[in-house]
Nanobody, 115 residues
Framework: VQLQASGGGLVQAGGSLRLSCAAS????????MNWYRQAPGNERELVAR????????VYANSVKGRFTISRDNAKNTVYLQMNSLKLEDTAVYYC?????????WGQGTQVTVSS
């Protein structure tokens, strides 16, 4: 199983980016799909989580109202729409998926917000 994340880059504060993460390979019943991030010197933190049906989402307080997580189960893909980006959103963003007896991580995509 591979998770391919894309969509990171350099953006000015107040701008937007959309991250995507596609899972490929032999996958059965993906449950939660998550986005984490890790800034230099910080621990990896959960940014957003979405349930298998997409009906339940959870966000870190720091991104509520600015980020939106979604998924396309037909494509085994999870998205993170990031609006009103702030300097403190600069980090490497990782996608993560859970299923029956498994957990996989993507390779990370860099998001840099400039002033």
């Amino acid at each position: 199983v591979q998770l391919q994340a894309s969509g990171g880059g350099l953006v000015q504060a107040g701008g937007s980016l959309r991250l995507s993460c596609a899972a490929s390979g032999s996958i059965v019943s993906i449950n939660a799909m998550n986005w984490y991030r890790q800034a230099p010197g910080n621990e990896r933190e959960l940014v957003a989580r979405i349930s298998s049906s997409g009906s339940i989402t959870v966000y870190a307080n720091s991104v509520k109202g600015r980020f939106t997580i979604s998924r396309d189960n037909a494509k085994n893909t999870v998205y993170l729409q990031m609006n009103s980006l702030k300097l403190e959103d600069t980090a490497v963003y990782y996608c993560n998926i859970h299923g029956p007896g498994y957990e996989f991580w993507g390779q990370g995509t860099q998001v840099t917000v400039s002033s």
